[in-house]
């Protein structure tokens, strides 16, 4: 089964930046979308970017002009390139692959923590 694994998070000021990057554990270059939702405590996952196979993309609005997704499909890796990072930003970041029917992915990673602090 494909496995994800998530790196990158942490803990960062108002006004600062992360970049998380996710790695898959085979080669899924061409075939699958790869991309990152978010839960914090309390609320539900949403949808945050995702990169589809033919590299179109797709942002919540929060995160348009301050998150960038991007993809190294040699390396079946995904980044979410984020700043200007708000205390609501505070969540744990989940790794997605394989678009599915269903509107959602078919794979999930473990999740990294990022922890917005004023």
């Known amino acids: 089964q494909l496995q994800l694994a998530e790196s990158g998070g942490g803990s960062v000021q108002t006004g600062g930046s992360l970049k998380l990057s996710c790695v898959a554990s085979?080669?899924?270059?061409?075939?699958?979308?790869m991309g990152w939702y978010r839960q914090a405590p309390g609320k539900e996952r949403e949808l945050v970017s995702r990169?589809?196979?033919?590299?179109?993309?797709e942002y919540a609005d929060y995160a348009k002009g301050r998150f960038a997704i991007s993809r190294d499909k040699a390396r079946s890796t995904v980044y979410l390139e984020m700043k200007a990072l708000e205390t609501d930003d505070t969540a744990v970041y989940f790794c997605?692959?394989?678009?599915?029917?269903?509107?959602?992915?078919?794979?999930w990673g473990q999740g990294t923590q990022v922890t917005v602090s004023s």
């Open positions: 990169i589809r196979s033919d590299d179109s993309t």
């Open positions: 997605g692959a394989c678009w599915t029917t269903r509107g959602e992915f078919a794979y």
């Open positions: 085979e080669d899924i270059a061409d075939a699958c979308g």
